[in-house]
Each structure stands twice: as C-alpha cells, then as structure tokens.
C-alpha cells in the first residue's frame, strides 16, 4: 500500500468513526447507570447496566412490544399502501392519455416543494371531521392518505422509471388483445420491481422512524408506536430513566437496520434504474 492509498483509507476511516461515534456513545449509554450517565461522558460505560433493557421493556404499563407491534404495523401497512397507490398513479402519468396530464402532474410535482408540518393543521381539521382521529382504530389518518397516492415522490420516483421501459412493449401487449389493464398487468408491473423494492424500503424507514405526525394523532397508550413512546421516559415532573431510553433507542435502530441490509442491493439497483442517477 502505497502513501496516497494509506492516506486515503486514513480519511475514510476518520470520518466513519465521526458518522459512527453517536450511535457507539448512544449504545455504550445504554449500559450506563443513571449516576454515571451523568458523571461519565465517554461512550463506554465503566460499570455495565444490562438492566436497562428489561427495565425499559417494562418501564410502562404497556410493554414495548406494543409498541414495536403498533409500529411494525402502521409501518408495513404504509408500505403496501404506496407501493399500490403510487404505482397507479405512475402508470396514468407515464403511459395514459388523458386530459390536462402534463398539468396535473405539475400539480402534483409542486405539492413537493410544501413542507410537510404546513399541511398538519388543515388535515387535523378534516380527519376529526371524518371521526378518524381518537377512533376505534386511530391509525386511520397516518394509514388512508398513502393508499391515496399523496407521497409525490414515490411517484415520480416511478413515473421516471417507467419512462423508461420502451414503449413497443405496450404495443406489442395491445397487438396480443391486452387492455390498458392488461398492460399494466402483464408489462408494467414484473418490469417495476426495482422500483417498488426502493419504493418500500423508504416508505418503511421513514413511517418507522416518523415522531410528529404520530405524536399529533395517537393519544392512547396502547396505540402508541415506538418513537412517541420513547418521549414518555421523560415525564412533566423531571422524573427521567434516561438508560431505559438509551436501551429501547438502540432496539428501535434494529429493525430499521435489519431491513435496510436485507434490501440495500435491491434499494442500489431501483435508485440506479429509477430516473435518479442525473
């Protein structure tokens, strides 16, 4: 190995330990006692708590396993929901002829560039009016809008894709008596896997990972996912368990990770092949 190569391999590994030295000091805290959290500020603990995870997974009145299960749950739904709805909508815009497309797609493109918390308010006031929020099932207003096709980007994310894939094939699948839904069926969708596979791993990561929008619609404590439940280790009165919290934080980082390194040469091969490569 020569200087320029060794010097190299010495950046890279500088800033991995940069990038990587939060989540070492937050998994070394999670086996910290509470005193040493507070006097000991290095990453690893000098006495090892493991007693922070069974404390934290019974912290509450509910288990944590409640609350994974609730957030395994809006998370996989949320999934199916964009996977499905998106790549309707993909399909309209990229292969359909209809009316004022290009301007609706416009439309649609400029609903980007609206933050999301902007939205928060007025659809609040539409979900309580439909009696969807504080309901027998109150995941109804993180649920319904992605079965709609409301995440602009994942469908232009597909709509890029499809542009794509030529266009004889539709033709050929109309010569052979295919519909339009037949196309869609038959062509569009085996040849969208790539898109789909990258479609479902974001739309996993960040319902996972998402505090506000569930903070705002869930008030019960058995329907609380994981990242609001976290906030609840901190109370009003100061009282705080601060290693229980570090402990279930590291445990909530797992499925995410298991998930990414399960699909991360499908999420390579969709981003390469979705119209992002620039």
Not at 30 to 50: G, H, V, Y
């Amino acid at each position: 190995m020569n200087v320029k190569s060794a010097g190299r391999l010495a950046v890279l590994l500088v800033l991995l330990g940069i990038v990587l030295y939060p989540l070492i000091w937050m998994l070394g805290t999670s086996f910290k006692s509470q005193t040493e959290i507070l006097s000991n500020s290095s990453a690893w603990p000098q006495a090892w708590t493991p007693g922070n995870y069974s404390e934290g997974w019974t912290h509450f009145d509910v288990s944590m396993g409640r609350f994974f299960f609730n957030s395994a749950l809006v998370s996989l739904l949320t999934v199916v929901g964009n996977a499905l709805s998106c790549l309707l909508a993909a399909y309209a815009f990229a292969r359909l002829r209809f009316r004022a497309r290009r301007l609706w797609f416009a439309v649609m493109i400029g609903t980007l560039l609206l933050p999301s918390h902007v939205l928060i308010v007025p659809q609040f006031i539409l979900f309580r009016t439909f009696d969807w929020v504080g309901g027998p099932f109150p995941y109804m207003p993180l649920l319904v809008p992605q079965f709609l096709a409301t995440e602009a980007f994942f469908v232009f994310l597909m709509v890029q894709f499809m542009r794509g894939i030529p266009r004889e094939l539709d033709e050929a699948a109309k010569i052979d008596g295919c519909s339009p839904y037949g196309v869609f069926r038959h062509v569009i969708l085996p040849l969208s896997r790539p898109a789909l596979v990258t479609t479902a791993i974001f739309s996993f990561i960040w319902t996972w990972n998402d505090f506000f929008r569930q903070l705002v619609y869930l008030s019960d404590l058995d329907k609380y996912t994981v990242p609001v439940a976290l906030t609840l280790f901190i109370d009003s009165t100061g009282q705080s368990a601060v290693g229980p919290m570090f402990a279930m934080s590291v445990l909530s980082l797992l499925p995410v990770f298991l998930f990414f390194v399960a699909f991360q040469r499908m999420l390579v091969e969709g981003i390469n092949t979705s119209g992002l490569k620039g």
